[in-house]
């Protein structure tokens, strides 16, 4: 029986997937925290706007220092054991962030954050690679990828009202306890496929045989890794900047600034799921022809935010927020799909760590450096036209040097 056509595998499959889109809701609750919050903390804590950026640049700091060895150690171990060991990790550290007395502290904390955070996206991706097959897991990938973005609307929607009664220090508290309990109930839910290439099936007489790997396409995961990367400075700073672009050019409270974030992450969830579709039924799988014609939509969104400043009605801004949220935070379920298919299923993890320590250098140089613009030049502007031209190069990157694998012999799954 073909793995598609095993009914208990179907259904137990889908129940894997919540799971994991579950595990990605929690685990960003805790990393969107920093930017949700920083209306409330910046004050406190005296901050600039390029020291908060510098906070996500610590968190992927830590993504960048540990992604490829955390893509390994999937690989090896496999999805239960290290999402718990990234639930765990990322749980303490939130909750550490409320002891936070100063930029240094928050700054070293966040690091760490990042460092636990970096055990989920290798896992989930592999576990995604075990229980769908290629006909739709650009679709399943992005329906996991929901997680981040509903993660973010619901920190978005809840953290500024938890302020309220505990303040910023009780909602970091209570975000890293979340992460805390989840990490254990994921352990007790989780199965692997039988057919898994690290299990071994208890009932056989022999292992079962594993698809011969594909060689390694070095180039084309540069490529898009590289692309990928400038795409990412474009999330990031959208997201982590947001808030305090709302608050200081349209006059919004910063309750209603952080709010307002809840628009781009409802438009990332629009988009990782929507995008996944568009790739596996419009285009059959291709997956580098959405990841280009998300960069261009990105670009002109991008450039609309910058042409628009401080001008134009809030009603203006809102929608291209969201627009941006649909293309900036909804791509990647399609290029973690093309991930894992140029690697080949043995390689997921790795493949998907080495990618993620990319993305993570391009962000922890580019957050910072959109608010150090803003900072510099007192408006928006600027930030979001240079932004724009980011992004435009990290399509071109993908258009000129990156092809994709073709067939199912080369994904070798």
């Not at 254990?184 to 496929?193: A, D, I, K, V």
């Amino acid at each position: 029986m073909s793995r598609a056509a095993d009914p208990d595998r179907d259904t137990l499959r889908w129940r894997m997937l919540l799971l994991g889109t579950v595990s990605h809701v929690i685990g960003a609750g805790g990393q969107y925290a920093i930017n949700t919050l920083a209306p409330f903390y910046q004050t406190d804590l005296g901050l600039s706007r390029a020291q908060i950026g510098m906070f996500f640049t610590a968190f992927y700091l830590g993504m960048a220092a540990l992604s490829f060895a955390a893509g390994w150690l999937a690989d090896r171990f496999g999805v239960r054991s290290i999402t718990l060991a990234g639930h765990l990790a990322l749980g303490l550290t939130v909750a550490a962030a409320a002891l936070a007395p100063s930029f240094v502290w928050a700054f070293a904390i966040f690091f760490f954050a990042g460092l636990g955070y970096s055990f989920l996206n290798p896992a989930s991706t592999r576990g995604v690679m075990e229980w769908f097959t290629r006909e739709e897991r650009a679709t399943a990938m992005g329906i996991k990828q929901t997680g981040v973005p509903i993660g973010g609307v619901l920190t978005a929607v809840v953290a500024p009202s938890l302020v309220l009664i505990v303040g910023w220090r009780g909602a970091f508290a209570g975000l890293g306890a979340v992460n805390l309990v989840f990490g254990f109930l994921f352990s007790s839910l989780w199965r692997e496929p039988i057919d898994a290439p690290h299990i071994v099936n208890p009932h056989a007489s022999a292992p079962p045989p594993r698809a011969p790997q594909a060689p390694f396409r070095a180039r084309d995961l540069l490529s898009l890794s590289f692309g990928t990367a400038l795409m990412l400075i474009g999330q990031m700073a959208l997201i982590t900047y947001v808030p305090l672009y709302l608050k200081e050019t349209r006059g919004l409270s910063p309750y209603w600034a952080s709010q307002a974030l809840a628009l781009t992450q409802l438009g990332g969830m629009i988009g990782r799921i929507g995008w996944g579709v568009v790739s596996d039924r419009l285009f059959h799988g291709a997956r580098k022809i959405v990841l280009l014609l998300v960069g261009f939509l990105s670009t002109a969104i991008t450039l609309g935010l910058g042409f628009l400043g401080g001008g134009g009605s809030l009603w203006t801004v809102l929608p291209l927020i969201f627009l941006a949220g649909v293309c900036l935070v909804g791509y990647q379920g399609v290029s973690y799909a093309l991930t894992a298919e140029i690697a080949g299923q043995g390689r997921t993890g790795a493949a998907l760590g080495l990618l993620i320590t990319f993305n993570s250098v391009g962000t922890i140089v580019g957050t910072p450096l959109f608010g150090y613009l803003v900072d510099v030049t007192g408006s928006y502007a600027d930030a979001w036209i240079a932004l724009a031209g980011v992004i435009f190069a990290g399509i071109l990157a993908m258009l000129f040097f990156l092809e994709e694998p073709r067939t199912r012999a080369e994904t070798a799954v």
